[in-house]
Nanobody, 125 residues
Framework: QVQPVESGGGSVQTGGSLRLSCGAS????????MGWFRQAPGKEREGVAG????????YYADSVKGRFTISQGNAKNTRLLQMNSLKPEDTAMYYC??????????????????WGQGTQVTVSS
């Protein structure tokens, strides 16, 4: 069983920055999209950003474009999410996810194959 493992997150003030990382050791497939979804209390889960292996395609939610950057870490099955200019509306639990397609990150994650345990991001005004 593959279990993506996340690190990072925390609490910052508006305008601050945080970086999330996710690794999925033991995941041996060559072609997949890996990134993050988030869910705030009382709201539907939404895709934030995803990056296909080898950089083939990338997804960003409109709400984070220009502020968040997803990249591959040193290992193929790792992802980094640099979050700048954070806003209170970015407050949510962030979940690392693996899916076959970055296009699925535009949805609510119904086709995600593997989920991380989640890490909390809190932005105060």
């Amino acid at each position: 069983q593959v279990q993506p493992v996340e690190s990072g997150g925390g609490s910052v003030q508006t305008g601050g920055s945080l970086r999330l990382s996710c690794g999925a050791s033991g995941y041996t497939y060559n072609y997949y999209c890996m990134g993050w979804f988030r869910q705030a209390p009382g709201k539907e889960r939404e895709g934030v950003a995803g990056l296909y292996t080898g950089g083939g395609s990338t997804y960003y939610a409109d709400s984070v474009k220009g502020r968040f950057t997803i990249s591959q870490g040193n290992a193929k099955n790792t992802r980094l999410l640099q979050m700048n200019s954070l806003k209170p509306e970015d407050t949510a639990m962030y979940y690392c996810a693996i899916d076959w397609s970055c296009a699925h990150f535009a949805g609510v994650g119904d086709s995600v194959h593997y989920w991380g345990q989640g890490t909390q991001v809190t932005v105060s005004s």
